[in-house]
């Protein structure tokens, strides 16, 4: 193609700056959420996703308005690009196809458009109606057929009860008349029914860490911080509560 003129370079100056703040957002919001002790609120979380969401439409308006250029460029390195220790960079700059799970993205987003054009948007509130009044008698329907007070499914029941791995010592289908968990105990031990609750140790040798009635519950915010990145808790010692 010809020399790229003022006006598109000026183009792909404005696409740098727009990637570039929705890096700074993007990061901003990691780091809010894996530094901040608590975590931050809803109303701030909010405003960093609709920076985000503002971010993004305006990626997208100025890439459409500027697709016959941008689909027309050939990008190549300078001779005095390091591509020898910049190679994975080098890589990625010149990546012609989308990686996978970005084509996957990239086709549902246009799936969702054309539905949305379409004038495909989901239930009408007729059929919600209708969706939640069958999915009610469904529900009683499939309740009723169950033996709830039942240590086996009907579906085990069938298969035979003898064949389902519970990983319990005791055995759940057995009748009234046979000893209990608390007699076979005595039995064997010799002592009496009440549980002798003492410290232990493992395989290892080291010590069982206690329950401790006293300590206060963790907080809410270091359990979904757990859940959602993996940071363990500030009391947490050797993999313990501490």
């Known amino acids: 193609m010809a020399s790229l003129t003022s006006a598109d370079i000026r183009a792909l100056e404005q696409t740098r700056q727009?990637?570039?703040?929705?890096t700074n957002s993007l990061g901003s919001l990691q780091h809010n959420l894996h530094t901040n002790d608590p975590l931050p609120s809803w109303t701030s979380l909010q405003s960093l996703a609709t920076i985000i969401s503002q971010n993004l439409l305006s990626i997208s308006q100025h890439l459409n308005s500027h697709h016959d250029l941008f689909s027309s460029i050939g990008v190549y390195p300078l001779p005095e690009f390091p591509?020898?220790?910049q190679e994975n960079?080098?890589?990625q700059l010149l990546r012609k196809k989308l990686e996978p799970n970005v084509e996957d993205w990239v086709d549902q987003g246009r799936k969702t458009a054309t539905e949305l054009r379409e004038g495909r948007k989901g239930l009408t509130e007729q059929g919600l109606v209708e969706l939640w009044d069958w999915a009610g008698r469904a529900a009683n329907e499939e309740a009723r057929s169950r033996e709830w007070a039942d240590d086996f499914t009907l579906e085990e029941r069938r298969m035979g009860v003898e064949n389902v791995t519970t990983g319990l010592r005791r055995r759940l289908d057995r009748d009234d008349d046979e000893e209990s968990d608390?007699?076979?105990?005595?039995?064997e031990t010799g002592g009496s029914s009440e549980m002798d609750v003492d410290q232990t140790s493992d395989s290892a040798g080291s010590e069982v860490n206690p329950i401790q009635p006293n300590r206060p519950p963790l907080p809410?915010?270091?359990i979904l911080r757990f859940l959602s990145i993996g940071v363990e808790p500030k009391n947490m010692?050797?993999?313990r509560l501490g």
Not at 18 to 22: A, I, S, V
Not at 182 to 187: D, I, L, Q, S, V
């Open 182 to 187: 608390e007699e076979a105990w005595e039995k």
């Open 220 to 222: 809410m915010d270091d």
């Open 237 to 239: 010692v050797d993999g």
């Open 18 to 22: 727009r990637l570039f703040q929705l």
């Open 83 to 85: 591509g020898r220790t």
């Open 89 to 91: 960079l080098l890589g």
